[in-house]
């Protein structure tokens, strides 16, 4: 297998009719990798078409065990070439080699082989039946054509989600990679093709971002839109569906939050909230960016964080050891650096970190020590918006009410943690934090069989799981008359 930077449609590689082409980055060194063919409008409605006639002609004829078998051939394409894979994502994306390898890109295997295994249970149900004569049962049916626009933080993992679910479900797709990061998305056309996958069921469309929102909002043959991204971007998504009245499911953004309790098992609290913070440099929608911490554990919970925050190993994400990289674009790393100044600006305490690295060869690249800040309030733009970067703020609570009051102060709500032994408050807490997921003593822990569940400015619907299957299907009613001699009113 080798690197593909061109439109997959209809199981054949194309240029971009207009010519033009983006450059990918490699973030170790902001060298060029490659230019990609960046699809223009026409492209895109023609992967558009041609996915409607493979739904129409071939896909919608299959049995869900024919598309079963299909799907785990792109499990086993994807296992068969993990190798090359993470090392294309790791070079794309600058995260470790060691997380490509163990989550990126050994998650997607298990992710397309759950689905292929859902494919079967994709099931309408028999309903009960005021009248006796009377058989009722309902259909599970395909939507159609389903457009995926993917970001650029776990690109290979959320293609193999979004392509799994929608496939499982019996629809073709059209995916958009994301701009920074293409190049493992592209793959997914080589490895839709060595699957035996028919043309034109997952035509891969390399696009800039607006122009595959024009398209996919306005081609009437698609029918469904499955966007995870900023939230900007999904509000502009979401009202432009809303005129053509087409399904849109967004994941989104969030300022996910962690409650360190005051019986919290402390060496494996302060373990799990560094996994939960820096995992893939910060750069996770449901990254642990707000720690509140109770004031009976505070001093001891701070500084074991901080002292844990500082031996990260960071360095370039070829080297086995390394944990974290840099970040994937010297715009974004500008961004998290501004966010770091105001931070300062706005009186918080810069515990450690959140300076950039310009030691050797990593001047080159988009690397920055992780950064604590403590002493953080809620009226502090550190508290409120998104960095997505290793930046973590830290907050001390005097009671568990407060705890969770601070947690649930965001207009996000996607995903947070507490970290507790205590079962019966454990219980107790889950309902009341406004989030699609709550963590106990966990974060950061995503599986196709999970549903991952969006609130508040974090998103609309959800993915994942048999829930999320189904929501890329339309239901119908059956009804069967078993009157004897026909039913007769007149
Ligand atoms: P982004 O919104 O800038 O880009 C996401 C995708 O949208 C890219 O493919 C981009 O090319 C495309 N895009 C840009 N402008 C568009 C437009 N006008 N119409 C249609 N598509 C457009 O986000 P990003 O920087 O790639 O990713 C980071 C964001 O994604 C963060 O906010 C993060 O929290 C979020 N995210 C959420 C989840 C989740 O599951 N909730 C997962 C990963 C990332």
């Known amino acids: 297998m080798n690197i593909r930077n061109q439109l997959c ?69 994807v296992e068969s070439n993990a190798a090359f894979l993470a090392q294309v994502e790791t070079d794309d994306v600058g995260k470790p080699i060691f997380e490509s390898t163990n989550i990126d890109v050994a998650s997607a295997g298990v992710t397309l082989h759950y689905f292929a295994d859902i494919c079967v249970e994709v099931l309408g149900g028999v309903k009960a039946s005021p009248y ?8 599970r049916e395909p939507l159609g054509v389903v457009g995926a626009i993917i970001p650029w933080n776990f690109p290979f993992l959320i293609a193999a989600r979004k392509s799994g679910s929608a496939l499982a479900a019996g629809n073709t797709m059209v995916l958009k990679p994301a701009s920074w990061a293409p190049l493992s998305t592209i793959l997914f056309g080589a490895l839709a ?12 469309v390399p696009a800039p ?9 306005e081609n009437p043959d698609l029918e469904e839109i499955t966007f995870t991204g900023s939230t900007a971007v999904g509000i502009g998504l979401y009202g432009r569906c809303s005129t053509g009245l087409k399904g849109c499911t967004l994941e989104l953004g969030s300022k996910g939050a962690g409650l360190v309790m005051p019986d919290c098992a402390m060496d494996e609290t302060v373990a799990g909230t560094l996994f939960g913070a820096y995992l893939n440099q910060g750069e996770c929608c449901c990254a642990l960016t707000r720690l509140i911490v109770h004031e009976d554990v505070y001093d001891e919970f701070v500084a074991k964080f901080i002292e844990g925050t500082k031996a990260i190993q960071v360095g370039p ?19 998290v650096l501004d966010y770091v100044e105001a931070g300062k600006a706005e009186g918080a305490t810069l515990a450690c970190g959140g300076g950039r690295i310009t030691d ?13 800040f403590t002493d953080v309030t809620p009226d502090m733009k550190i508290w409120k918006e998104e960095i997505f970067g290793p930046v973590v703020t830290v907050t001390k609570a005097g009671s568990i009410d407060e705890m969770v009051a601070l947690g649930n102060d965001t207009e996000y709500g996607l995903a947070s943690s507490v970290w507790t032994n205590d079962l019966r408050l454990a219980h107790t807490i889950a309902p009341r934090i406004r989030a699609g997921t709550v963590w106990f003593n966990l974060h950061n822990f995503v599986f196709p069989s999970a549903p991952y569940p969006t609130r508040g400015s974090s998103g609309v619907g959800f993915e994942l799981g048999k829930e999320g299957v189904l929501a890329l299907t339309r239901i119908k009613n059956v009804m069967v008359s078993l009157f004897p001699g026909g039913f007769a009113w007149y």
């Open 193 to 204: 093709n060595e699957a035996g996958l028919p043309p034109g069921v997952l035509n891969v």
């Open 360 to 372: 050797g060869d990593m001047a080159k690249g988009n690397y920055i020590e992780p950064a604590v």
């Open 132 to 139: 006796s004569e009377v058989f009722d049962y309902t259909l």
């Open 317 to 335: 994400p070829a080297a086995e050891d390394t944990r974290l990289g840099p970040l994937v674009h010297p715009d974004h790393l500008k961004v």
């Open 209 to 217: 971002g607006p122009t595959a929102g024009k398209v996919f909002t």
């Open 9 to 77: 449609i209809g199981g054949k590689w194309c240029d971009a009719s207009d010519g033009k082409t983006f450059e990918v980055l490699n973030p170790v060194t902001n060298e060029t990798i490659t230019a990609v063919q960046s699809a223009s409008e026409a492209d895109m409605n023609r992967a558009i078409e041609n996915s409607r006639q493979a739904f129409d002609e071939v896909w919608s004829k299959t049995t869900p065990f024919e598309r079963s078998a299909l799907l785990h051939k792109l499990a086993e394409a």
